[in-house]
């Protein structure tokens, strides 16, 4: 094990004057360094990735948030801001000694707009609170991550979060209008404004999927859709894969727009009905393929027949449609669920995420597969098909470490595969520390060093979430203690 | 002073030729496509020399499976319109009738009578071929409806009126054009009851709005009836002749536009959806530098701090396009 690989293990404590100044600004309580409660804040959802911060500052509001951030800037330490660490890339991950800021606290929606149909929100509310708070006036958050949850809409704000309704209604930089935004040395500025078309330099559709190293948003407004007329969804089981995504490609092709278009497949079929999340899905199938459509009450009948006709003409083994909201939510707490209910297979798991051209959805499936006989790994598939983005799921054992390195294998494989195809290497999830070697398979050399230069532009000293969402410099990945469970031998 | 010279390279090799001997010689470039909205977009520059990207008038492909194409910036909205259309599709954005090209639509920005329902017409393009200002070559987004690989220079460049980079080839989302397309017009005031309308707005000095629904059999409002679809092209393209020939514009919350004290939606028209009306010269200039509240007033009366920075970045030590920034 090199000795930056040690020290970010056991990380590396805040000089003590530091942690008092932070400590006056946030409180006593609110400046975590004993290993015990820095143990947590070591990973994101991607375990592969770990390093112990030198301390995580809990701010309450913004104006705590702007003194911590200026007086790490003037300690010259590096930090990054953290919602609820279900992100799946590393990317709330700081170097040795770094500091996190969890923005957890700063929990309150300011403002909701029922008329203008847009909320005021700080960064650490969570995903589903808001489409709670607005679904009295007739209005929802339309980006629904797996983890909504849990997750924040800061958090969704850096990773420009999907979720399976992003088919219909886009990703979160469809939904962020304006957001207030504190830069790396603590000056704060507001970017985007009251409507979607707002700027000449789109600053807030830039720093939406940023990965929060452009700057960190104290305060977002964000759209809200209205909640629909009707809903159908329909659920279709079929024999295999490969017919799940060709009756997907055809939808698609025929001009329909369903809000979601998601597929399972039998790995991720029989997890959710042994799990608690059991949602009556069919063991037997090959997959299954959820599509759900949505709007006037006079259309929606005709538009879920239509739809039907198309499962029909796949050959599904079962195809229904949810008799009454109770079985819609049934399912969709079966596909929410999944990613949960999988990881009750093994220790340890790794969600990929890539996107394929949505032709193409079943050649990279039939990819998967291949993979997965190669490799002897198994793999389960749940994905959003209409965005031809995808999500093969390992779980395996991280302290195996034989078994750790053939799954990096494996997803490495499949994302080649899909720049192969004409993809990209993430839909939603991000580049974080996961992929930031790959990206220069998908960005040539003079593209990804333009992407360095606008980045020292934003934060010229590097302190801002540093070395994430671009390709490394040489040896930042070892100071991030890279898949350290299988290579410091601590099996 | 001199008009500028005219630089029209007939593809991508020879404009990149042209910037870096502009930018070896310390000359100012600013791209255009056909210069149809330089009078309203960037009204104050003076460039040594205009690179006109119009020459780079291909339509690459137009994939039906994928709802994507890929054309040159020289490509004109009408062009890409008749081609995909042929192929049931269509572009997420309706640009007014400039006679310009995509390019200039996109980097310009440029109002879009779609925005209320498909989003504003950066969200239209998933990746782009650029050259910055000192001749080097750039490739952002990539060729599928969802990617957050990698910053989103894409958005960056649209929309910067050609300052940061010169747009060389787009590729474009496209949507299924409507199936069962309903025009129909009626009172503003129940437009809200209006199943999911495509468009929503109001030609200039009419009495009654317009809308396009899609999939119903009929408008299902207070006082709404059905159109023949030539009224309600005709209408539609009245509406983007006003904004064509307005020299500026307004955004806001769709709710607001009643609401803002100066402003006659019913005499100026206005995209209802979208949050958007056309604004005479007078009105324009009493509100470019102090706009209402929570509008946006587009041209903007200056540019964003972060251009300069953002110029450096992106070809240091070349000679910005459109030159320093005011």
Redesign the interface.
């Known amino acids: 094990m090199s000795s930056a690989a040690a020290a970010s293990r056991r990380g590396r404590p805040l000089a003590a004057a530091l942690a008092a100044d932070l400590r006056r600004i946030v409180g006593h309580r609110r400046v975590l360094d004993d290993p015990a409660s820095l143990a947590a804040y070591e990973s994101d959802a991607l375990t592969l990735y770990r390093c112990r911060p030198g301390a995580v500052v809990l701010p309450g509001d913004r104006d705590e948030l702007v003194a911590c951030v200026r007086l790490l800037h003037r300690a010259g330490i590096p930090f990054a801001a953290r919602g609820a660490g279900t992100g799946l890339s590393g990317g709330a991950l700081v170097p040795p000694g770094g500091v996190i800021l969890g923005l957890a606290r700063m929990d309150r929606i300011l403002e909701l707009n029922p008329a203008e149909r847009w909320a005021r929100v700080e960064p650490g509310v969570v995903n589903a609170e808001l489409s709670r708070a607005a679904a009295p006036h007739g209005l929802r958050y339309a980006p629904d991550p797996a983890s909504q949850a849990v997750c924040t809409l800061g958090g969704n704000l850096a990773e420009n979060s999907g979720g399976p309704q992003c088919f219909l209604h886009g990703m979160t930089a469809q939904h962020v209008l304006e957001a207030e935004v504190v830069l790396a040395d603590g000056r704060c500025e507001r970017w985007g404004g009251p409507t979607l078309e707002s700027d000449d330099l789109d600053l807030r559709g830039f720093l939406v999927g940023s990965e929060g190293s452009v700057a960190i948003a104290s305060e977002i407004r964000l759209r809200l859709v209205p909640l629909p007329e009707a809903v159908a969804t329909l659920l279709g089981a079929f024999a295999d894969l490969h017919a799940a995504c060709e009756a997907v490609a055809e939808v698609v092709a025929a001009g329909l727009r369903p809000v979601a278009m998601e597929v399972m497949d039998r790995r991720a079929i029989r997890a959710v009905e042994a799990s608690v999340y059991r949602a009556g899905l069919p063991t037997d199938a090959g997959a299954v393929l959820i599509v759900e459509v949505e709007g006037p009450a006079a259309r929606i009948p005709e538009e879920a027949a239509e739809v039907e006709e198309i499962l029909e003409r796949h050959r599904p083994l079962r195809l229904e449609r949810a008799a009454n909201p109770a079985e819609r939510a049934a399912i969709w707490k079966g596909r929410k669920g999944a990613g949960g209910a999988m990881g009750q297979l093994a220790p340890d798991s790794l969600v990929m995420d890539g996107v394929v051209p949505r032709s193409r959805l079943a050649e990279i499936m039939d990819f998967v597969l291949r993979v997965e006989e190669e490799s002897g790994l198994p793999i389960a598939n749940l994905f959003h098909a209409g965005d031809g983005n995808i999500h093969p799921h390992f779980a395996y054992d991280a302290r195996d470490r034989e078994q750790a390195r053939r799954v990096e294998e494996a997803a490495t494989r499949i994302l080649r595969r899909c720049l192969d195809l004409g993809g990209s290497l993430s839909g939603e999830h991000g580049i974080g520390l996961e992929k930031e070697e790959l990206l220069a398979e998908q960005f040539d050399p003079p593209t990804l060093e333009l992407m360095r230069r606008v980045r020292r532009a934003f934060d010229p000293a590097g302190l801002l979430n540093p070395d994430k969402g671009l390709p490394l410099p040489r040896g930042c990945a070892e100071a991030f203690h890279r898949h350290r469970r299988y290579r410091d031998g601590r099996a | 002073m001199a008009e500028p010279e005219l630089l029209a390279p007939a593809g991508s090799e020879e404009a990149a030729d042209l910037v870096r001997a502009a930018a070896a010689a310390g000359r100012t470039l600013l791209p255009c496509g056909r210069r149809t909205r330089l009078r309203r977009h960037a009204p104050e520059a003076r460039p040594e020399a205009w690179l006109s990207l119009a020459g780079l008038d291909r339509i690459e492909s137009i994939?039906?499976?994928?709802?994507?194409c890929v054309v040159g910036a020289g490509v004109s909205p009408e062009e890409l319109a008749a081609a995909a259309g042929e192929r049931?599709l269509e572009l997420g954005a309706l640009f007014p009738p400039t006679g310009g090209t995509l390019g200039g639509a996109f980097l310009a920005?440029e109002?879009s009578l779609l925005?209320g329902f498909f989003?504003?017409p950066?969200?239209q393009v998933l990746s782009a071929d650029w050259l910055?200002a000192d001749g080097?070559?750039?490739?952002?987004g990539?060729?599928?409806?969802?990617?957050?690989?990698?910053?989103?220079?894409t958005?960056?460049f649209?929309?910067?009126?050609g300052r940061?980079a010169a747009c060389l080839r787009l590729v474009l989302r496209l949507r299924?054009?409507p199936?069962r397309p309903l025009w129909c017009a009626g009172p503003e005031a129940t437009a809200a009851e209006l199943?999911?309308p495509r468009l929503l707005f109001r030609p200039p000095n009419a009495a009654e709005a317009i809308a396009l629904l899609?999939?119903?059999?009929?408008p299902?409002a207070d006082g709404w009836h059905p159109i023949e679809a030539d009224v309600g092209e005709a209408a539609r393209d009245a509406l983007l002749a006003a904004f064509a020939a307005a020299p500026g514009r307004i955004?806001?919350?769709?709710?607001?536009l009643r609401k803002t004290a100066g402003l006659d939606p019913t005499a100026s028209g206005a995209d209802l959806l979208?949050?958007?009306a056309p604004l005479a010269a007078d009105r324009l200039e009493a509100w470019r530098r102090r706009p209402p509240a929570?509008?946006?007033v587009?041209?903007?009366a200056r540019?964003?701090p972060?251009?300069a920075?953002?110029q450096?970045?992106?070809a240091?030590g070349a000679p910005p396009f459109g030159g320093s920034s005011r």
């Open positions: 994939d039906t499976e994928d709802q994507t049931g920005p109002v925005s989003g504003p950066r969200d910055l080097s070559r750039v490739r952002t990539a060729r599928v409806v969802k990617s957050v690989a990698g910053y989103d220079l958005r960056l649209l929309g910067s009126r940061l299924p054009r199936r199943p999911a899609e999939g119903v059999p009929e299902g955004c806001l919350p769709p709710a607001r979208g949050g958007q929570d509008a946006v587009l041209p903007r540019s964003s972060w251009l920075r953002l450096a970045a992106c240091p």
